[in-house]
Every structure is written in C-alpha cells, then in structure tokens.
C-alpha cells in the first residue's frame, strides 16, 4: 500500500483544492492537487522488474478512475533531459506495448516540466522526467473525469530521493561493469545491458476487442485537455 495520505487545503484559489501527499517507501515523495470534492483512494505500491531495469508502481483511484505511476530506474540512466523521440524510444523499451500508442502531436506539461503523452488502448499516458535519472510515467483510465485530468497533471509533485535506487548491485552487471572500467573499449561499452529474464504482467489493457467507442471518447478526452495541459 501507498504510505499514509496527508492532505491539507490549499491557499489562494478561488475553487477549493486539496494538497495531497505521500511517501513512496524511501524512494520518492508523491505530492498532487485537486478539487476537495474528489476522492482519493490508494491501492497498491511495488517493486518491479522489466527487461532494461526496474520501476516503483504505485496506484490509485480518483473517483473511482485509477491511476497508475511507474518510477522507472532503467538500467542505462538519461543523463540530461530527453527529447520527445528519445523519450518514445525509452518508454518502449520499457513496456513494447506503448510502439502502438498514438502520441499527441504537441509538448504536454506535467507539474510544469515538458512531457509526452497520448493513447494506448483505452487508456492515456503521459510521461515526463522529474529528475533526468528518473523518468515517470503516468497511466490513466480512458474515461477519467476532463477536470480531474488536468487538475493531477498540472499539480503533480513527484520528488525522488537521488540517494536511493531500485537497482540493486548486480541487476545490471554489464553496465555496472563498463562503468567501473575506464579502459573498457568501446566494443566492451556495446555488449549491451543483461538483465535478468524475469517476465512481468504488461500494466496495459491487452484485450484487443475493446470497443472502439471507449478509444475514440478517450483521445477525444485527451485533445479537450490538450490546450489546458500546455505551458502549466
């Protein structure tokens, strides 16, 4: 379960909102705003492995829509901020799934730092770095409420610890590896990334019969929210 909640009002705005935040074990801090009529339920937090490294997954319910974050720790780590394309290329190699997803043609906003995002499914993603180690993605409900939406994304805090990671020593033994080694050639530097072969449940619906009306009122959800997600 996600640490305890703590909520507080939040000043100056002329609709009540509600400051919400918790502990992601020692890894992270969430934090999030939204109006005090929304209810906020948490269900589950883990430790997750996938090919390329590990993530924290944490999930919730906002009136009734869950919600679900994935802190990933890839095995070779962004050492700045990605561009889009490069972004793409991360989270499919996380989960391949999202080679389907139909991206929104314009720079999303999460929290006030650039992100990507779009469709994949009946279900809306966005994804952003909140430190450049660190990115994260956001995995919502196709049918969440619009205001919901928008209030989480333009509010969303997630503060990671940087002293702390999820890849333990060994996880990665070829790039632990390279790194340690300064006189590594570059042939060495390209064996590329050996991760254990665990396998893990994909968190994307898979069911290819879903009804192409849920896909069409989702991304109809997500071009309504577009102008309102750029440049929080």
Same mark, same amino acid.
């Given at each position: 379960m996600i640490g305890l909640l703590s909520s507080f009002p939040a000043a100056g705005e002329d609709v009540k909102l509600t400051n919400i935040s918790a502990p992601l074990k020692d890894y992270a801090e969430l934090g999030f705003t939204l109006p005090t009529n929304v209810v906020v339920e948490t269900e589950t937090l883990s430790e997750e492995n996938y090919t390329s490294g590990r993530e924290l997954m944490a999930s919730?319910?906002?009136?009734? $829509?869950?919600? !679900?974050l994935h802190l990933?720790? /890839?095995? &070779?780590a962004p050492q !700045? !901020?990605?561009? /889009? +394309? %490069?972004? #793409? $290329?991360?989270l499919e190699a996380y989960n391949p799934a999202l080679a389907q997803a139909n991206y929104s043609s314009e720079l999303l906003s999460v929290g006030g730092m650039p992100a990507v995002g779009g469709m994949v499914q009946n279900q809306i993603f966005v994804a952003y770095q909140p430190t450049n180690q660190t990115p994260a993605l956001v995995v919502m409900d196709g049918g969440i409420d619009e205001e919901?939406?928008? @209030?989480?994304?333009q509010y969303l805090r997630i !503060?990671?610890?940087e002293g702390a990671s999820?890849?333990? /020593?060994?996880?990665? /033994? @070829?790039t632990t590896k390279v790194n340690s080694q300064a006189s590594a050639t570059s042939n060495a530097a390209a064996g590329g990334v050996a991760t254990p072969a665990e396998a893990r449940k994909t968190t994307f619906e898979s069911n290819k019969e879903?009804?192409? +009306? @849920?896909? &069409? +009122?989702?991304?109809? #959800?997500? +071009? %309504?929210?577009?102008e309102r997600m750029r440049g929080f």
């Open positions: 919730l319910l906002l009136n009734g $829509s869950r919600v !679900t990933l720790y /890839p095995c &070779q !700045t !901020t990605l561009e /889009p +394309a %490069a972004m #793409k $290329s991360l919901i939406l928008v @209030d989480f994304l !503060t990671v610890n999820l890849l333990m /020593p060994g996880y990665c /033994p @070829d879903k009804m192409a +009306a @849920d896909m &069409q +009122a989702a991304k109809e #959800k997500l +071009a %309504a929210a577009k």
